[in-house]
């Protein structure tokens, strides 16, 4: 990937950054690799002394290297106070917006919390940029709130959505596909174009909009692609039901330029920290709004998704003679897709869960998020390797689709498992090959 060009010192911003979780720390980074003098805040001491010796609290291909490059050239430092950051040009939230308890809405106050505790601080005129995500109407609150802590017009809000893939977060960080700008003034929109000038420099659309338009551009985003996979799934279940073959149908779907390929792979569908809360929120919106066929229609894409993984445990069921109880259980995979170790609302994690509930004695192996899964969940077994965790087995379910298990060969487990049973949770597999090698394969 080529890097954009860090800024010379002149024209070097002082950043702040407050939160230090996935978007958070990516964000600072990137911040410091484009030459900008970042400090990044959180509340948390433990995780900013990770963070301060180069150490990652969470696992990103190619963001460890960057950020030892960025504190070890002095431009990128961490604080657990709001007070070493409130000289900065330009103040950047990042904070979580997880599902509130009990609700479909998304909890917002650590939102709430870092623009206050940064009104309440900063001494020159500055703007305060939101990049959670959050409902449509948060920046105008946020911004009368600002207003009548700091003093009149000195402390601007703008929001600045973020669009990082886990997995992908470098690459999407410095050579995103489009910079969003919801602001108020020619002010704030001037800053903005400046901390992210290299970028713009190198050809990256930017859309200035209001901020109800940029707060609703990722959450629509995700809805939307949820909505494809959801899709998918749907049209999987009336293939099975008529005999079709639902990845040629993806695929013949996915040669319409209208249409596409990407985000048309069926199987046990989707999780992770956003796609499930974004369109959750989205639908509270709806709600709110008294728009029901709208909140119907977001709500579907929400419920197609989730019986999959009910669909999964009942292949998996009949593949073993009807019931889990005092059968032993192979889960290949527990982050919600490869190349990260997130396993928030994980569906490999649900299914393995749900399997052991049922008697099951699961095992699982996943390349980097077995740590993240025994946090939560240590009375699941995990295993060092896919030959170790298929030991013995009467099942084997491929739950997340890493590379390795693709790519696994049927006849190195097939002298280790107890039944050749094998459940590709996400179509990867090749059918005939495992067939060939006498395994009862089901998709």
């Not at 963070?51 to 963001?63: A, N, Q, R, T, V």
């Not at 893939?165 to 910079?179: I, M, S």
């Not at 008529?242 to 569908?269: K, Q």
């Not at 192996?365 to 298929?390: F, G, K, L, Q, W």
């Amino acid at each position: 990937m080529k890097m954009p060009r860090p800024l010379e010192a002149p024209d070097r911003l002082r950043v702040s950054v407050v939160g230090t979780g996935y978007l958070g720390t990516t964000h600072a980074v990137s911040m410091a690799q484009l030459g900008h003098d970042v400090v990044a805040m959180d509340i948390e001491q433990e995780k900013i002394a990770m963070l301060s010796e180069c150490e990652l609290p969470f696992f990103e291909p190619g963001l460890a290297e960057l950020l030892r490059k960025c504190v070890e050239v002095g431009r990128l430092r961490f604080t657990s106070s709001y007070d070493d950051v409130s000289e900065a040009d330009i103040h950047f939230v990042c904070v979580g917006t997880p599902q509130l308890h009990g609700s479909f809405n998304a909890d917002l106050r650590l939102v709430e919390t870092a623009f206050t505790e940064l009104a309440r601080r900063v001494t020159r005129p500055t703007i305060i940029v939101g990049k959670s995500t959050v409902p449509a109407g948060t920046a105008l609150r946020m911004a009368d709130a600002v207003r009548d802590l700091a003093g009149g017009g000195q402390v601007e809000v703008a929001w600045n959505p973020e669009f990082l893939r886990e997995g992908h977060a470098v690459e999407d960080a410095l050579q995103p596909d489009r910079l969003i700008f919801g602001v108020k003034s020619p002010r704030a929109e001037r800053l903005l174009r400046a901390v992210y000038r290299p970028i713009i420099e190198g050809g990256c659309p930017v859309m200035v909009t209001d901020y109800a338009t940029a707060e609703l551009v990722k959450v629509s985003a995700n809805t939307f692609l949820a909505m494809k996979i959801s899709f998918i799934n749907a049209m999987a279940q009336i293939c099975e039901a008529t005999g079709a073959a639902v990845l040629p149908l993806a695929e013949a779907l996915g040669y319409d330029d209208r249409i596409g390929r990407r985000f048309l792979s069926p199987g046990l569908g989707f999780g992770g920290g956003c796609l499930p809360k974004d369109v959750r929120a989205l639908y509270a919106c709806a709600t709110d709004l008294g728009l029901d066929d709208v909140a119907t229609f977001i709500r579907q894409i929400d419920v197609i998704n989730l019986s999959r993984r009910d669909r999964a445990l009942t292949l998996g069921r009949e593949l073993l003679g009807g019931s889990y109880a005092r059968k032993r259980v192979c889960v290949l995979g527990a982050a919600f897709k490869p190349n990260t170790d997130d396993v928030r609302d994980s569906p490999a994690l649900a299914v393995a869960v749900a399997a052991h509930r049922e008697g099951a004695q699961v095992v699982m192996h996943d390349p980097v998020a077995m740590n993240s899964a025994r946090r939560i969940h240590p009375e699941i077994e995990y295993a060092d390797t896919v030959v170790t965790a298929a030991r013995e087995v009467d099942l084997v379910m491929l739950l997340t689709d890493w590379t390795d298990f693709e790519e696994m060969d049927p006849a190195l487990l097939s002298g280790v498992v107890r039944s050749r049973n094998v459940l590709d949770g996400r179509n990867v597999l090749t059918p005939e090959r495992w067939r060939s090698a006498g395994w009862t394969y089901r998709a």
